[in-house]
């Protein structure tokens, strides 16, 4: 099994910014475990969505939604991915749950975090 901690969610203003991190332990046997890491939102009433997943070799996916104002990063050495919000909005208030496994779609990953709230006020 595959731990994912996150951290890093909180309160700001709109405009501001946050960084969240995630990182994995456990029965991480092979890289292949974890050859894809990212993160996913939701907010009440709504289907969890894709926010942004990195590979391993640094291929990233981004919903359009946080293009130019969100970044994903990940340290390989250290099992752990990071996602900097920049430039955040109301609409960016949401659980952020960081996922990982070898391999993710907009519908997720096999491996979950509990997820971190980030609420951005207006």
């Known amino acids: 099994q595959v731990q994912l901690v996150e951290s890093g969610g909180g309160l700001v203003q709109a405009g501001g910014s946050l960084r969240l991190s995630c990182a994995a332990s456990?029965?991480?046997?092979?890289?292949?475990?974890?050859?894809?890491m990212g993160w996913y939102r939701q907010t009440p009433g709504k289907q969890r969505e894709l926010v942004a997943t990195?590979?391993?070799?640094?291929?990233?996916v981004y919903a359009d939604s946080v293009k130019g104002r969100f970044t994903i990063s990940r340290d390989n050495a250290k099992n752990t991915v990071y996602l900097q919000l920049n430039s955040l909005k109301p609409e960016d208030t949401a659980v952020y749950y960081c996922?990982?496994?070898?391999?993710?779609?907009?519908?997720?990953?096999?491996?979950w975090g509990k997820g971190t709230l980030v609420t951005v006020s207006s």
């Open positions: 996922a990982a496994g070898p391999g993710c779609s907009s519908d997720g990953c096999p491996y």
């Open positions: 456990g029965n991480i046997f092979s890289t292949n475990v974890i050859a894809v």
């Open positions: 990195q590979t391993r070799g640094g291929s990233t």
